[in-house]
């Protein structure tokens, strides 16, 4: 079966994992929703669950030789990722995020904590500044329009507080250098906790798995013996015609998309920003990057999209295990060097 999650970054559709079409459902009835499937393929089951985290639908897929231990391992993963959520979900005020964001200094930092914000500014630097998760300051400026016309006198006093280099991070703190900054972990947040997942199904003895987050992908082992996992890049227009179908095994997908949600009625800000104009990139309209990680596919996504397609391509040229398509403005496809020893034949 395919995949059908329908949510705001569903730019990437998992082939072979049962999915969930909810098009208005209240948050705590969708927090009840779960979807189970096992199925005997030769000599093992192919477990399947999705359930409703991290603000979308979470679709696990294991196959084991025991039925009930991949059920086991799937709820243990699960369980990790609801734990995790509750460390970095920014609009729970009870989160170390939201405590950050709200007096400016984080004690007694939990150790995922820190290894996600250090992260953020690793890869702040990698990119030369595409990527910072300090841009929530620019966000709720326009979250705060309500659709309408956005300020430009708004957006860069908001610009001013966004500086990755005002964090100071050490093993036990967090707090910024300047009043008023906020960050913003969404763009790799969800990626470390899939990959934490991923890790709690491996430890468990599941070592062929696929974790779909809302477009978020790892993949690992195979789907079946000499068979890699296999991977359908969601068509921006939706209409099924499918940019490129990926083979997968050990790595990881993540899709960058301006096209879902919009802050202004004039629909030239979404919630992908640069930091560095505070506005909205239009030169791509999709940004697929894989990578030996959930989280730093996210990452590089986002820092694809925010640049200009040609300088987005020739950075992920430079990196060793990552690979990257890019959907432009006009329709046009621009792959990374090695894309195309991915793409099913």
């Known amino acids: 079966m395919n995949s059908k999650l329908f949510t705001r970054r569903a730019f990437i559709r998992a082939l072979g994992v049962v999915g969930l079409g909810v098009a208005v459902t209240p948050a705590p009835v969708m927090a009840a929703i779960r979807m189970t499937e096992a199925r005997k393929i030769g000599n093992a089951y192919k477990v399947s669950e ?9 679709a696990i897929t294991a196959v084991h030789e025991s039925r009930q231990a991949a059920e086991n391992a799937i709820g243990l993963a699960f369980a ?17 995020l939201a405590h950050l964001n709200a007096t400016g200094r984080l004690s007694d930092v939990e150790p995922e904590f ?3 914000m250090r992260e953020a500014i690793d890869f702040n630097r990698l990119s030369s500044g595409a990527f910072d998760a300090t841009v929530l300051p620019v966000v709720q400026t326009l979250k705060s329009s309500g659709g309408m016309h956005i300020s430009e006198k708004e957006l860069r006093e908001a610009l001013e507080l966004v500086d990755s280099n005002a964090i100071r991070l050490s093993r036990y703190e967090v707090h910024f250098g300047k009043q008023g900054m906020g960050v913003t972990l969404d763009g790799i947040a969800k990626g470390f906790i899939v990959d934490r997942a991923s890790d709690v199904l491996a430890a468990s003895g599941v070592a062929n798995h696929l974790i779909n987050a809302g477009g978020d992908i790892r993949a690992r082992g195979e789907r079946s013996a000499g068979q890699p996992w296999t991977v359908a890049i969601e068509d921006p227009a939706k209409k099924g015609n499918y940019p ?7 790595s990881a997908v993540a899709t960058s998309g301006g096209y879902e949600v919009f802050y202004d009625a004039e629909r030239k800000h979404h919630h992908i920003i640069d930091p560095k104009t505070a506005h909205s990139p239009t030169k791509s309209v999709s940004v697929s990057v894989t990578a030996q990680s959930v989280m730093a596919a996210d990452a590089l996504s986002t820092s694809v999209f925010v640049m200009t397609p040609k300088a987005g391509l020739n950075f992920i040229d430079t990196l060793p295990a990552s690979e990257c398509l890019i959907v432009g403005d006009t329709g046009g496809k621009l792959a990374s060097r090695h894309w195309n020893r991915l793409v099913q034949a």
Request: proline share 3%; hydrophobic share 50%.
């Open 80 to 96: 990790e990722i609801e734990r995790l959520s509750a460390i970095f979900d920014r609009h729970d005020a009870s989160t170390p």
């Open 50 to 58: 999705n359930r409703f985290l991290l603000g979308t639908f979470v």
């Open 114 to 116: 820190f290894a996600v």
């Open 244 to 250: 490129a179908i990926l083979k997968l095994k050990d």
